[in-house]
């Protein structure tokens, strides 16, 4: 019959193994998860009454959420319905606008029209930006490869896209880590008046939006690495007490 100290070596040996290869597992999850990206979010408007408007002053064109009914009047209410990966979510959020601005002149090809921009959306569960991040999509100019807004000229649709390569996206949530390869694609209906350009912008019009976000998420090993070795080390402290 085993005594009391050799249960413990016993032990201490078995949670030393069993935490080196927990992390190690860990870490090669860590290492297969960066090899795609997945669906982190999609939402869409509680109230189809809520507009997104764009409004051209000059050479710049800027997106704005403010002006709606949301009890503050900066922010449009969404509904979640896909987040970090589950989908049939329904989770109440707001939509928000920040320095949402043209980077360069609008162009036109093949019918089409572009026009490169950058700033961030905000979506959280307060107003304003206020509450939890569910998702923050910062983007800015990358050159040629730039977040785009999008549309045929003329018409009632629009999409304003960035990627991570190759264009510059950033994601922050406070529920998960996230990383490239990462895309986000804000859809506009009823674009009203229709999609055109004054000058060298995108002519001021109203839409509602929709979103979609994809990402790497990153595991976090390394808090269960630790909060292992923390049980492992004690037991070893409590043994040599003994």
Do not use: H, W
């Not at 109440?92 to 921009?117: C, D, K, L, M």
């Not at 307060?126 to 999008?150: H, R």
């Amino acid at each position: 019959m085993s005594t009391p100290d050799q249960q413990l070596a016993f032990s201490a040996r078995f949670l030393r193994r069993s935490f080196a290869l927990a992390c190690a597992a860990l870490l090669l999850l860590g290492s297969s998860a960066n090899a795609g990206s997945i669906t982190v979010l999609q939402f869409g408007q509680t109230n189809p009454a809520d507009v997104v408007t764009a409004t051209e002053i000059g050479v710049t064109t800027t997106l704005s959420s403010a002006g709606n009914v949301d009890g503050g009047g900066v922010s449009i209410p969404v509904i979640i319905t896909n987040f970090l990966g589950v989908p049939g979510v329904l989770i109440p959020a707001f939509e928000t606008y920040v320095g949402v601005t043209s980077t360069g002149p609008a162009s036109t090809f093949s019918g089409q029209i572009f026009q490169p921009f950058s700033g961030t959306i905000e979506i959280t569960s307060g107003i304003g930006g206020a509450g939890s991040n569910y998702m923050t999509m910062t983007f800015g100019p990358n050159g040629s490869s730039s977040p785009m807004l999008s549309g045929i000229a003329g018409g009632n649709s629009a999409s304003l896209g960035a990627s991570q390569p190759p264009n510059t996206l950033v994601l922050t949530s406070d529920f998960a880590g996230l990383a490239p390869p990462s895309s986000m694609t804000i859809g506009f209906s009823n674009v009203s008046p229709p999609l055109s350009i004054s000058g060298t912008s995108t002519a001021s019009f109203t839409a509602q939006n929709v979103g979609t976000v994809s990402a790497t998420i990153i595991p976090e090993p390394g808090t269960f690495c630790l909060a292992s070795f923390a049980v492992v080390f004690g037991l070893l402290v409590y043994r040599k007490k003994r």
